[in-house]
């Protein structure tokens, strides 16, 4: 059969050949995309895990998202949820209220779901999608206007919340007032152990006659009025304490031969404290006991304190039950109508013969020598003692009140308040320019209680007013009854430490940073006080 020319042939087999090839040539290349597209997603997973391994090794990087501004900023949905948060809770208060403790406990719910979504985008460090926030969005958004369906409005919660606010600033007040006078009342009790202490020296005074024999014959002792020796003098009914001043004084002093201490106390400690200085120790100085209850002269028509002592509403307002949970506990403090503490004012009629004398209060202790404070010059002025405007509040005004004229007319408010608990007094002085007068004057002026509310203080800054001589400030150091955070620099440097305050060497609450400088100078060897303290 003749073959046909070229041209005139078919070429529908071409085509279909040509469509095949086509078609082969898609398909391969789509394979080799799917191939290479393959092998990447394999590589992905399997460079994650690595990912993971190193997490341990290398910190995450947060430096891309400050979160602080994040819940700051008005469009983020971290501050949107932290405002549903705050709503929410003020509900689940209020809800609870009206016992409806289901609708308390979704909202407790939700609450906890936003807590965890915030953390979550804090640790990773970015912000919260919105895939994240809608679903607790409007699961809490629906809770919130249940809320408010259930008639809890904007307005209620407000009234709710500050009643909240108002019990809990009067709990908090109940408590502050509760804390602080039992704090007044265990610094004001006498512990068992010095209770224990006293019994038995007292007990000792009662049996034994020939101590009390030995007390008549040192009475008349010249060495008591010498103005040659250095006379200090201490108001106290607690043994322990005072013999602790007496202790760290001797101990410190370079001469204790040449120190004469003048103690006087009440009539119910006077036989235990006498037991125990004839009994111990004081290295030659000499030390005299006296009962306040043998002043004849401390009477009611002389001393203001005494007459207010006797009256009725006074002993009721300092000695009886605290009843006005108003009156700030301290100012109730029995001590500030105690004899023994106002008998400071009273020192050159206790000791007419003397010229100069240290007073020190029974909470003190001494690391210095301080008969050299018996030779510094008063220059005229009846008071030596340390200035407290260091201080943060005293200045006379905090004491005083100035809105009295005849204060106001007589007085600086802006003056220097000062320390009583170690004091030169020049009692030459001090009988010249009448300052127990002065102090009666202000005595009977303040009848009222509106010039001054508590203490010794506010009558010796108005007694001894332009009549203090201003001492270098490592004379005295206070506060080791109050202050946790004395530099123990100061602390070495005192000749004196006071432990001024609630928290007394002597009781369970005193600050035991401080308390071995104390216990230090007690006689623990003595078998009373091992009876009654250590055992």
């Known amino acids: 059969m003749r073959r046909r020319p070229a041209e005139y042939r078919r070429p529908v087999r071409r085509r279909l050949s040509q469509w095949i090839l086509a078609l082969l040539g898609m398909f391969v290349i789509a394979g080799l995309v799917l191939f290479v597209f393959h092998h990447n997603h394999h590589e992905d997973q399997v460079k994650q895990p690595m990912m993971g391994e190193n997490a341990t090794k290398e910190p995450l990087n947060h430096e891309g998202l400050n979160f602080t501004k994040e819940i700051l900023s008005a469009s983020s949905f971290s501050r949107q949820l932290a405002e549903q948060m705050t709503l929410a809770k003020a509900y689940v208060i209020i809800a609870k209220e009206h016992n409806n403790l289901h609708l308390a406990w979704e909202l407790s719910n939700k609450i906890r779901s936003c807590q965890l979504l915030l953390s979550k985008a804090a640790k990773r460090g970015e912000s919260i999608t919105v895939e994240e926030a809608e679903p607790v969005i409007s699961s809490l958004s629906y809770l919130i206007f249940k809320a408010q369906d259930a008639h809890y409005d904007i307005s209620t919660t407000i009234m709710t919340m500050k009643s909240h606010i108002q019990a809990l600033e009067e709990r908090t007040n109940a408590a502050t007032v509760q804390s602080t006078l039992f704090g007044q009342l265990v610094a004001e009790a006498l512990p068992k152990s010095l209770h224990c202490l006293k019994v038995k020296l007292t007990n000792d005074w009662l049996k034994q006659l020939p101590l009390q024999n030995h007390v008549e014959e040192k009475r008349n002792s010249p060495r008591v009025i010498d103005n040659n020796l250095y006379h200090f003098c201490i108001f106290s009914d607690n043994v322990l304490a005072t013999s602790v001043v007496v202790n760290s004084t001797i101990s410190n002093a370079d001469h204790p031969k040449q120190l004469v201490f003048h103690?006087?106390?009440?009539?119910?400690?006077?036989?235990?404290?006498?037991?125990?200085?004839?009994?111990?120790?004081?290295?030659?100085?000499?030390?005299?006991?006296?009962?306040?209850?043998?002043?004849?002269?401390?009477?009611?028509?002389?001393?203001?304190?005494?007459?207010?002592?006797?009256?009725?509403?006074?002993?009721?307002?300092?000695?009886?039950?605290?009843?006005?949970?108003?009156?700030?506990?301290?100012?109730?403090?029995?001590?500030?109508?105690?004899?023994?503490?106002?008998?400071?004012?009273y020192i050159p009629e206790v000791y007419p013969l003397l010229e100069k004398v240290v007073f020190l209060d029974d909470d003190v202790v001494v690391q210095k020598d301080l008969t050299r404070l018996f030779s510094l010059d008063l220059h005229g002025n009846v008071n030596g003692a340390v200035e407290t405007c260091l201080e943060a509040f005293h200045r006379y005004y905090k004491y005083i009140n100035f809105s009295n004229p005849v204060i106001s007319s007589k007085f600086d408010p802006q003056a220097c308040g000062w320390a009583f608990g170690m004091n030169v007094f020049d009692l030459i002085a001090w009988r010249k320019e009448n300052v127990t007068v002065r102090y009666h004057y202000w005595q009977e002026q303040n009848g009222d209680q509106m010039l001054w509310k508590l203490g010794t203080l506010p009558p010796a800054l108005l007694a001894f007013y332009g009549l203090t001589e201003t001492l270098d400030r490592r004379w005295h150091v206070l506060g080791l009854g109050y202050d946790m955070n004395i530099d123990d620099r100061l602390i070495d440097s005192a000749a004196v430490i006071h432990f001024n305050g609630n928290m007394k060497p002597w009781l369970k609450l005193a600050i035991g940073r401080y308390k071995p400088l104390w216990e230090r100078y007690i006689n623990q060897s003595h078998p009373y006080y091992q009876d009654c303290v250590i055992s």
């Open 263 to 345: 103690i006087v106390t009440n009539g119910i400690s006077y036989g235990s404290m006498q037991v125990w200085f004839l009994t111990n120790d004081f290295k030659g100085a000499t030390v005299e006991v006296q009962n306040i209850e043998e002043f004849t002269w401390l009477t009611a028509s002389y001393a203001p304190v005494i007459k207010r002592l006797l009256d009725q509403d006074s002993r009721a307002y300092y000695f009886g039950a605290y009843q006005d949970m108003k009156v700030e506990p301290k100012l109730r403090n029995p001590k500030h109508m105690s004899l023994l503490n106002h008998l400071r004012f």
